[in-house]
């Protein structure tokens, strides 16, 4: 995967098979301190001790189509590849599980963050039972989006993934992440 925004999607979906009902999404550009953390936290099923020692083994996978899964590998060989850059994850079978990642913002090496906002579009509009809350801070300035307040205030008759709704969302986000990039 060329950017980090592709991976975020990856494990997403994972947490959405994992059956999340509720997905945090926190990205985090400390351009000042030059950091950018990634965090991605859900409700899922969560996993046990055993599994979650070998997650970031390619060739450790729950899939049945296929016998590896590289998408944990590879987020975590970015962000460490990123000098001073660290993986985590954590899990609780029952629970949920967290993973988070940090990168030098400046390293060469540090893929670039990518399209946030249709990342999060495409996940929104693709996962409609799921509630996410996306946060997105830029030094000082946070853009926040919680799926719960926006369903809220559509009612039960509009998806989030109807076409107009689709639309709306995806130029709130691209403005509020304009915003908070100025």
Same mark, same amino acid.
Request: with cysteine; charged share 25%.
């Given at each position: 995967?060329?950017?980090?925004?592709?991976?975020?999607?990856? &494990?997403?979906?994972?947490?959405?098979?994992?059956?999340? +009902?509720?997905?945090?999404?926190?990205?985090?550009?400390?351009?000042?301190?030059?950091?950018?953390?990634?965090?991605?936290?859900?409700?899922?099923?969560?996993?046990?001790?055993?599994?979650?020692?070998?997650? #970031?083994?390619?060739?450790?996978?729950?899939? #049945?189509?296929?016998?590896?899964?590289? /998408?944990?590998?590879? $987020?975590?060989?970015?962000?460490?590849?990123?000098?001073?850059? $660290?993986?985590?994850?954590?899990?609780?079978? /029952?629970?949920?599980?967290?993973?988070?990642?940090?990168?030098?913002?400046?390293?060469?090496?540090?893929?670039?963050?990518?399209?946030?906002?249709? #990342?999060?579009?495409?996940?929104? +509009?693709?996962?409609?039972?799921?509630?996410?809350?996306?946060?997105?801070?830029?030094?000082?300035?946070?853009? +926040?989006?919680?799926?719960?307040?926006?369903?809220? &205030?559509?009612?039960?008759? &509009?998806?989030?993934?109807?076409?107009?709704?689709?639309?709306?969302?995806?130029?709130?986000?691209?403005?509020?992440?304009?915003?908070?990039?100025?």
């Amino acid at each position: 995967m060329l950017e980090l925004s592709l991976h975020i999607l990856d &494990i997403v979906n994972n947490s959405v098979k994992a059956g999340a +009902s509720l997905i945090q999404v926190t990205v985090d550009e400390a351009i000042r301190n030059n950091l950018l953390k990634i965090s991605i936290e859900d409700n899922g099923c969560g996993m046990d001790e055993d599994f979650l020692a070998h997650v #970031t083994d390619p060739f450790q996978t729950t899939r #049945t189509t296929r016998k590896v899964g590289m /998408g944990l590998s590879l $987020f975590k060989a970015a962000a460490e590849s990123s000098a001073g850059g $660290f993986f985590t994850i954590e899990s609780q079978l /029952g629970v949920g599980t967290t993973v988070r990642a940090e990168f030098q913002y400046d390293h060469i090496d540090r893929q670039p963050l990518g399209d946030m906002a249709e #990342t999060m579009l495409t996940l929104i +509009s693709g996962n409609t039972t799921v509630d996410f809350v996306y946060t997105h801070t830029v030094n000082d300035k946070t853009f +926040s989006l919680d799926t719960r307040e926006i369903k809220q &205030i559509l009612g039960e008759e &509009i998806s989030l993934g109807s076409p107009e709704i689709v639309l709306w969302l995806r130029e709130y986000i691209k403005e509020g992440l304009k915003e908070i990039s100025l």
